[in-house]
């Protein structure tokens, strides 16, 4: 089965995702940030992080989950570690404030860290590492989300996606950016895989029999499973203690037992952590991560990873996006 698409630009991608946002009851400052957070994802080739998202979006303000209004809060608890309380909003303005602060915190002392709490993270998590990198600095971060994942060895889901990002700076040029889901593929992925008829590599999940298929479908009513077997079991589980009780929030298990069920981005922490490496090391790396990288790419078969991302980026013209989609959001707007 093949989805119809419509080709639509950029700038039309991002005003369609803010009226509908603004149309169910986000003030002006939050739906700018989640349409600008959208219309990259597209612009990039994330259509899973995408226009795919907004539906969900447009639900939890629907229920009144997330408020649509919120202003994200700043704390300094050290000179080095920031608090922001998203106020139950979206976590896209979240970081408009909170990674500003986190990036100046970096730069003159070498290393500090963010924790959000009370956000609703719904994105790729490329663009917090990414914003962190452009100034020189090195970034990381997680999330964890409701369970969906089951640990390795077991059928019964336990962890969240748990996606982890990193990026590496590099003076004049794309920063090493890498962004994955500990799962052995992002949820958004498997529904789309399922809505499009598409199969999927067998190990990536479970059926709700608990029997190992190929159907997108099916694991998206079962289980998925995490990637490497144990080796992405233990990077899940670090997820969940870095996300959950480091920063001062969840479990995937507790925001379960907590969310309302509306199909939308559940409340949760997100922890980011900045650091300088011509601080921390004492002198500038950028030329010996270029003969590294130079060693690297003259590995056939090597990719950077993020180059494709960036790749897609140079192209400013339109994207085809699934028809059926388009329709909803319209209606939305």
Same mark, same amino acid.
């Given at each position: ?7 639509? %630009? ?16 986000? =003030?002006?400052? =939050? ?21 795919? *998202? ?43 404030? %909170? ?29 917090? $590492? ?39 700076? *590099?003076?004049?040029? =794309? ?58 079991? $233990? ?22 037992? *907590? ?13 980011? +952590? ?23 790419? =003259? ?19 339109? *994207?085809?996006?699934?028809?059926? +989609? ?8």
């Amino acid at each position: 089965m093949t989805s119809k698409t419509i080709n639509i %630009g950029l700038d039309e991608i991002f005003s369609l995702a803010k009226a509908a946002l603004i149309n169910h009851g986000a =003030n002006e400052e =939050n739906a700018d940030a989640v349409a600008n957070t959208v219309t990259n994802a597209e612009r990039d080739g994330s259509i899973s992080h995408g226009l795919f *998202r907004i539906p969900g979006y447009i639900k939890a303000l629907q229920s009144k989950k997330v408020d649509g209004s919120a202003t994200p809060e700043i704390s300094e608890v050290t000179p080095v570690i920031l608090k922001c309380d998203a106020k139950n909003g979206f976590a896209p303005l979240a970081h408009q404030y %909170g990674i500003k602060k986190l990036i100046e915190a970096a730069q003159k002392f070498g290393i500090a860290g963010l924790s959000i709490q009370r956000c609703h993270h719904f994105a790729a998590l490329w663009p917090e $590492v990414e914003a962190i990198s452009e100034h020189g600095l090195v970034g990381l971060t997680s999330v964890s989300y409701m369970p969906g994942v089951a640990p390795s060895g077991g059928a019964t889901a336990l962890f969240g996606t748990n996606p982890i990002a990193f990026s590496w700076p *590099r003076p004049g040029k =794309n920063p090493i950016v890498f962004d994955m889901a500990t799962a052995s593929m992002a949820k958004g992925e498997i529904q789309i895989a399922a809505r499009d008829g598409h199969s999927v590599p067998l190990g990536t999940g479970l059926s709700s029999s608990g029997e190992l298929t190929t159907d997108a479908s099916e694991i998206d009513k079962g289980v998925l499973l995490p990637f490497g077997g144990h080796k992405g079991s $233990v990077i899940a589980l670090m997820v969940e203690l870095l996300s959950g009780p480091l920063v001062g929030e969840t479990f995937s298990y507790e925001t379960k037992e *907590r969310d309302n069920g509306d199909g939308g981005p559940a409340q949760g922490g997100q922890f980011i +952590l900045a650091m300088s490496p011509e601080i921390i090391s004492g002198k500038d790396t950028s030329a010996q991560t270029e003969e590294f990288l130079k060693k690297y790419n =003259n590995i056939d078969g090597t990719r950077l990873p993020g180059l494709r991302r960036h790749e897609n980026r140079k192209n400013i013209g339109p *994207r085809a996006v699934n028809l059926e +989609l388009i329709n909803t959001i319209k209606k939305l707007a």
